[in-house]
């Protein structure tokens, strides 16, 4: 089979193009032909060898961990050959996702809805997982909440705001103002020009804060939230003196991260399947173009999600 691949860590022009023979599956898992892969910043992170370098065991590695595909082999009672599945495998383990062929755990994994096409369900893996697990699990997001999304144009940002508005929220995202009818389509309530204005200035008395973006952000959305409130960084860390701020205010804050679940991908399935929300694919690279795929993502100027096309 085709797949990309590094040899060590570091630029962008360590991924490769090699033939590899295809994965065997062990018990409860499932093979899957391959039609559709999603690029997230953790895989350019973990090619630099940060984000979940550490815990790759075997090289030659292959990156990538959102596919959507056919089910071709099965040794789960879960899924048939012939099913179409989608899923974030084995994060954030090895998901091996950049190939034509990907072994999967039956459990990481969700029938596909008919309603929705390979690369919109790829799309909707990690960064929907990842939405959707900080909205309802680590902050229940409820009717009546304020929200504030950083990035609401971006690949979690964008899922972020429709769940929100599904849970009853008054959403408030920020994006470029090139983004604000993107993001105002989405359902968000109000738009912030991130570039044009401090948010601090736009928004205040905040139940929730979702900060995609770095730990500077973080700081300063201690105080457009209440007392009581909530601020959930994913992409950065929480050190101990923002800890410090956040309690002396009577903010919690912490660092999440996003975990495998077929049970969650089964609840992205539903919400798929009824429009509830929708992908928003913004490019479509083929597997040996992977390069452009993580140049074009590293530009920070995506909006919506990667594709990536075996």
Request: with cysteine; aromatic share 6%; proline share 3%.
């Amino acid at each position: 089979m085709k797949a990309i691949i590094i040899n060590e860590f570091g630029p962008i022009q360590n991924l490769q193009l090699a033939d590899l023979p295809i994965p065997t599956i062990n018990d409860n898992e499932v093979l899957i032909k391959v039609s559709a892969i999603s690029v997230n910043p953790v895989d350019l992170k973990t090619r630099e060898g940060k984000g979940t370098a550490g815990n790759i065991k075997e090289w030659p590695v292959i990156l990538g961990w959102d596919v959507s595909g056919e089910v071709v082999e099965s040794s789960s009672s879960q899924f048939k050959k012939g099913d179409e599945v989608f899923g974030m495998v084995n994060f954030p383990g090895h998901g091996k996702a950049y190939a034509d062929y990907v072994a999967a755990k039956a459990d990481h994994l969700a029938l596909k809805p008919a309603n929705i096409s390979h690369d919109e369900a790829a799309a909707a893996c990690l960064a929907a997982l990842t939405a959707w697990q900080n909205v309802t699990e680590h902050y229940k997001v409820k009717e009546g909440d304020k929200v504030l999304i950083h990035a609401g144009s971006g690949g979690v940002g964008h899922y972020a705001i429709q769940m929100a508005k599904y849970l009853g929220a008054y959403v408030v995202a920020t994006s470029s103002a090139e983004n604000k009818r993107f993001v105002i389509g989405l359902g968000a309530d109000e738009h912030i020009d991130y570039k044009a204005v401090l948010f601090e200035d736009e928004v205040s008395d905040v139940d929730f804060v979702l900060n995609t973006q770095s730990a500077e952000i973080a700081e300063r959305s201690l105080t457009v939230v209440k007392q009581g409130g909530t601020i959930i960084s994913i992409a950065s860390a929480v050190n101990d003196e923002l800890k410090e701020k956040a309690k002396a205010k009577g903010i919690k804050i912490s660092q999440t991260m996003v975990k495998s679940s077929g049970k969650d991908m089964k609840q992205l399935a539903d919400l798929l399947d009824k429009g509830i929300i929708r992908s928003q694919v913004a490019e479509l690279f083929a597997l040996e173009d992977m390069q452009k795929a993580h140049a074009s993502l590293a530009t920070g100027r995506t909006v919506g999600k990667i594709v990536v096309k075996p």
